[in-house]
């Protein structure tokens, strides 16, 4: 069964608004999880690395104020795509390691992803 | 270069055929390795990993060339339900992936 759940996994929104995205592990605490776009025929891109109790880690060109990310507890991580524009519509994936997530050797279940159409 | 590069293919195969994809990852330091499984409009699916001893898991076969910083993944007796899109995943300090190879198996 799945070990990662994210919600929702459609979301149809206008220009200009919010949309926050759940990604929650669900038999083990994960202490970091990361967080994905894939545009079509493309390969993931990894946004940025949600950790714990601080800050995320964002990668090169990310802009961190447009997504917002929150982990609050270990077993939720929240993206929220802020005013939202048509060229943001992508597939957002979330993912947490099972094991420890320093290990380079822990393989990560991703969650069933969010396919996300700004119009 | 690309951190990690693969063949886009599409490799269309009739059943029963075998096949093999390769990737080929540029940080000499990576640290481990994956093949996902993409379905279309799906999250990816880990595979398997991959060691420099090999590993087999049924009709899978993967192999890691560290010399070569050279992975593939041999698939045996194609089955229509192989049909998806195939990642090659390297982890140095974060997991790169690959643009992915697409699989179709035919009858």
């Known amino acids: 069964g799945a070990v990662v759940s994210q919600h929702p996994s459609r979301v149809i929104c206008k220009s200009g608004t919010s949309v926050k995205i759940e990604c929650r592990s669900l038999d083990f605490q994960a202490t970091t999880m990361f967080w994905y776009r894939q545009f079509p025929k493309k390969s993931l891109m990894l946004m940025a690395t949600s950790n714990e109790g601080s800050k995320a880690t964002y990668e090169q060109g990310v802009e961190k104020d447009k997504f917002l990310i929150n982990h609050a507890s270990l077993t939720l991580s929240t993206l929220t795509v802020t005013s939202a524009h048509p060229e943001d519509s992508s597939f957002y994936i979330c993912?947490?390691?099972?094991?420890?997530?320093?290990?380079?050797?822990?393989?990560?279940?991703f969650g069933n992803g969010t396919r996300l159409t700004v119009t | 270069r690309k951190e990690v590069e693969q063949d886009p293919g599409p490799f269309n195969v009739p059943e029963g055929a075998t096949v093999a994809f390769n990737c080929t990852y540029s940080?000499?330091?990576?640290?481990?390795f994956f093949w996902y499984r993409q379905d279309c409009r799906k999250e990816p699916k880990l595979l398997m990993s991959v060691y420099s001893s090999g590993n087999e898991d049924g009709r899978f076969t993967a192999q890691l060339n560290r010399a070569s910083q050279y992975i593939s993944l041999l698939i045996r007796d194609s089955k229509l339900s192989d049909s998806a899109t195939y990642l090659c995943v390297v982890n140095t300090d974060k997991l790169i992936f690959g643009t992915g190879t697409r699989l179709q198996v035919f009858p």
């Open positions: 940080n000499s330091a990576s640290q481990s």
């Open positions: 993912s947490a390691s099972g094991g420890d997530p320093s290990s380079y050797n822990s393989p990560l279940h």
